[in-house]
Nanobody, 126 residues
């Protein structure tokens, strides 16, 4: 079994920064894909960024490209999401997910991931 725990959410003013952490534990040896997703009430869960923990390949949604950076520390089994220049529209519950894969790139579809954290709230005020 794999456990995923997010941390680092909070409230910030527009233009500010937050850094989210995603810690994985358990049988994580094959968890090569880690993704950050976000969801607001009444809307579908949106893929924000993904990273291949072995090859390092990344994906960013167009709405966050240039502002968010996903990175990994394999020694600690932690994936980070550095969020800069935050906007009110970034307000959402942010989730981390992990999945094993033979793919070289990691999908941004939430349905593809089986292991999810409980989420951490990010609120950006104008």
């Amino acid at each position: 079994q794999v456990q995923v725990v997010e941390s680092g959410g909070g409230s910030v003013q527009a233009g500010g920064s937050l850094k989210l952490s995603c810690a994985a534990s358990g049988r994580i040896g094959n968890m090569t894909c880690v993704g950050w997703f976000r969801q607001v009430p009444g809307k579908e869960r949106e893929g924000v960024a993904t990273i291949h923990t072995s090859g390092g390949g990344t994906y960013y949604a167009a709405s966050v490209k240039g502002r968010f950076t996903i990175s990994r520390d394999n020694a600690k089994n932690v994936v980070y999401l550095q969020m800069n220049s935050l906007k009110p529209e970034d307000t959402a519950m942010y989730y981390c997910a992990a999945q094993g894969s033979v793919l070289l790139t990691c999908p941004a579809r939430s349905s593809w991931y089986n292991y999810w954290g409980q989420g951490t709230q990010v609120t950006v005020s104008s």
